[in-house]
């Protein structure tokens, strides 16, 4: 526990009372009817979620005002075991446009029984959103400490 | 947010164990670093652990404002501080990273309980 294992993954799983199937969709196409209601990058009134479910699709919010406000991009659709996608925000629920800084989260469900599913989640490549993490953690143990990499995770703190 | 002014030898070390499920450390990390100056500070001590003086000469901001931008930090987990002779001595805590981490592993927790409770709801009667 003691390790810099700041950019290490962070994996969750949750058992869940229905079939995988039932449990694939509400995660994908019913996303708004579970997503955090303070959680949303768009700006104005949400009028629902919307996910696009093919690989290059994406995931948006929309706005009443018709808005959208696209967060993710599907990287692996493969209902009903597994979806992957990116994720293009900041910590600070800001849109991160450089894809290169997104972290993925990848989600697999596994059918216990046919009416139990275990959704395992894992969020992974969080170091990408500044190279800040990466490297902070090599700087830990460097005599001059985290220069470059502290500057790069603070400006990405600072969006 | 006024959990810092505990016993000042509890500061001088790393905590055993990141902080986890604390949704407001990563809150007090993103608050803390949102401010330009404070960043400036920040990124100084974590350069380099020096003193409120030292940080006061290299910035244009008072010993006073120095002092208290390091105050935030310190709340946040960010900073921790330690006695060297006469002087106190700032210096990045690492594991004050480690709350970013556990921001995210909140909000899925928090988010997968949710989650359930929809995926056990009986299916709407929508068209497909």
């Given amino acids: ?159 | 947010m006024t959990y810092a002014q505990g016993p000042e030898k509890a500061s001088a070390g790393p905590p055993g164990r990141p902080v986890a499920d604390q949704p407001l450390a990563a809150a007090a990390v993103f608050a803390a670093l949102g401010d330009p100056t404070r960043r400036e500070v920040f990124e100084r001590v974590a350069a380099r652990p020096q003193s409120v003086g030292e940080l006061a000469g290299e910035l244009p901001v008072s010993r006073p404002a120095v002092s208290q931008h390091l105050r935030v930090l310190k709340d946040a987990g960010l900073v921790s501080d330690g006695p060297a002779g006469t002087r106190r001595i700032y210096r990045m805590n690492p594991q004050g990273l480690d709350h970013l981490r556990a921001y995210l592993d909140h909000f899925w927790n928090q988010s997968l309980a949710a989650f359930k409770t929809a995926a056990e709801q009986p299916p709407k009667e929508s068209r497909k």
């Avoid at chain 1, 079939?19 to 209601?37: G, H, L």
């Avoid at chain 1, 697999?108 to 959103?129: C, G, M, P, S, Y």
């Fill in chain 1, 1 to 159: 526990m003691s390790t810099q294992s700041v950019a290490s993954p962070v994996r969750t799983s949750i058992l869940v009372e229905a079939p995988q199937k039932r449990a694939f969709e509400v995660f994908t196409a019913d996303m708004a009817s579970w997503w955090p209601a303070d959680k949303h990058v768009l700006e104005g009134e949400l009028a629902g979620m919307v996910f696009e479910p093919r690989v290059g699709g994406r995931i948006y919010d929309r706005a009443v005002d018709g808005s959208e406000c696209s967060w993710a991009r599907v990287l692996a659709y493969e209902p009903p075991s597994r979806v992957v996608f990116s994720w293009d925000i900041d910590l600070r629920w800001q849109i991160e446009t450089d894809p290169e800084r997104a972290s993925e989260v990848e989600v697999r469900f596994i059918a216990e029984t046919d009416a139990r599913t275990r959704v395992e989640l894992e969020h992974r490549a969080l170091e990408r959103h500044g190279e800040g993490w990466e490297s902070m953690r090599d700087a830990v143990g460097s005599p001059n400490g985290w220069g470059d990499g502290l500057r790069a995770f603070a400006a990405y703190l600072a969006g």
